[in-house]
């Protein structure tokens, strides 16, 4: 009789292993599928900051070399802010005055010897919005800095 006992008692236990073993088994699976949601973010995130960078490349290239030879950033300052044409999707640029004031400023520093200030520099702002990720509802966000001589 001892022994029918404890039969039941193995069944019991090796139950409550494998119930144990199951839980165990559910969490790493609810993990790893996690891991794989924020892996493909991140991602995402990675592609739409290289797509905004070569965004903010382009305005530049595109304000430099226009089609009638002229520099867009020696314009004077009134013409800006400047919203020039990305064709990345989801994509905005701008171009601004780092300045407040909206003056022609002194150059930075720089290896041209320039000591009687003769050149001074319109120096601008150009801000690129990417939107990214499910719905369009993150964005990145990338800043630089033009100093562009001209003689004032």
């Not at 304000?63 to 919203?83: E, H, K, R, S």
Request: aromatic share 4%.
């Amino acid at each position: 009789m001892a022994l029918k006992k404890q039969q039941g008692v193995v069944l019991i236990v090796s139950l409550v292993f494998l119930i144990a073993l199951t839980a165990v088994a559910a969490a790493l699976m609810q993990n790893t599928s996690v891991d794989i949601k924020m892996s493909g973010a991140s991602q995402l995130k990675v592609v739409a900051t290289q797509e905004a960078i070569s965004s903010l490349d382009e305005v530049i290239f595109n304000q430099v070399t226009q089609t009638d030879g002229i520099n867009d950033f020696a314009y004077p300052l009134g013409v800006f802010p400047l919203n020039p044409a990305v064709t990345a999707d989801n994509t905005t640029a701008q171009i601004s005055v780092a300045n407040t004031n909206n003056l022609v400023v002194d150059c930075p520093h720089s290896q041209s010897a320039s000591s009687a200030q003769v050149l001074k520099c319109n120096v601008l702002r150009i801000q690129v919005n990417r939107l990214y990720g499910r719905n369009n509802n993150s964005a990145v966000q990338i800043n630089s800095g033009v100093a562009q001589e001209v003689l004032p």
